[in-house]
């Protein structure tokens, strides 16, 4: 079955760029239905949604992030990345990957929105110096 | 963006006993763009829920979801002892995509 895996690393320092890449095995990345996506959960809090990219290229971005956030995909390695740049301690979190099916609206059209499933297991980041 | 609230925020039952969650919206939401999410400790949340009511494959037939509008709820008729979790809606018809804070079933 399909499955997501973070990789990157568990520490950076403030004002630097947090880099995570999204691993997808079991299946292909090159889905037209499906987008890719970027969770966040700083401890002991809730989920707050990052953004999402087509296969194509084709991005959302939560816009409380987006002007610090990029999203890109590589289709060869079946793989997806985050960077987030100019961190501080506030974005210290368990970072998520995870697959967004997006809901059919009929007539072949696509919301580029959707529920999420799988999960990757979630990687800790933490800002600090 | 569209602002989700899950009420209570804990939730104290025992195994057996049936557990009512709510989740209401700042703003309308059609039904075919809410889901729910169980999270347990350690773990990354997993979908129950999508649809407001569409059970993902594999979750048991104990977890139903209802609602339209502003107000949804997610019930679980009998609580088993793997069900006490955190639990989250999450809203995907407007961008930003929003979640709730969450509630927590605990055993009572």
């Known amino acids: 079955q399909l499955q997501l895996q973070e990789s990157g690393p568990g520490l950076v320092k403030p004002s630097e760029t947090l880099s995570l890449i999204c691993t997808v095995s079991g299946g292909s990345i090159s889905s037209s239905i499906h987008y890719w996506g970027w969770i966040r959960q700083p401890p002991g809090k809730g989920l707050e949604w990052i953004g999402s990219?087509?296969?194509?290229?084709?991005?959302y971005y939560n816009p409380s992030l987006e002007s610090r956030v990029t999203i890109s995909v590589d289709t060869s390695k079946n793989q997806f990345s985050l960077k987030l740049n100019s961190v501080t301690a506030a974005d210290t979190a368990v970072y998520y990957c995870?697959?967004?099916?997006?809901?059919?609206?009929?007539?072949?059209?696509?919301?580029?929105?959707?529920?999420?499933?799988?999960w990757g297991q979630g990687t800790l980041v933490t800002v600090s110096s | 963006e569209n602002v989700l609230t899950q009420s209570p925020g804990t939730l104290s039952l025992s195994p057996g006993e049936r557990a009512t969650l709510s989740c209401r919206a700042s703003?309308?939401?059609?039904?075919?763009?809410l889901a729910w999410y169980q999270q347990k400790p350690g773990q990354a949340p997993r979908l129950l829920i999508y649809?407001?009511?569409s059970r993902a494959t594999g979750i048991p037939d104990r977890f139903s979801g209802s609602g339209s509008g502003t107000d949804f709820t997610l019930t679980i008729s009998r609580l088993e002892p793997e069900d006490f979790a955190v639990y989250y809606c999450?809203?995907?018809?407007?961008?930003?995509?929003?979640f709730g804070q969450g509630t927590k079933v605990e055993i009572k």
């Open positions: 999450q809203q995907y018809g407007d961008s930003p995509q929003t």
């Open positions: 990219i087509s296969y194509s290229g084709s991005t």
């Open positions: 649809g407001a009511s």
């Open positions: 703003q309308s939401v059609s039904s075919t763009y």
């Open positions: 995870a697959r967004v099916i997006l809901y059919y609206y009929g007539s072949g059209r696509y919301s580029p929105f959707g529920w999420l499933d799988p």
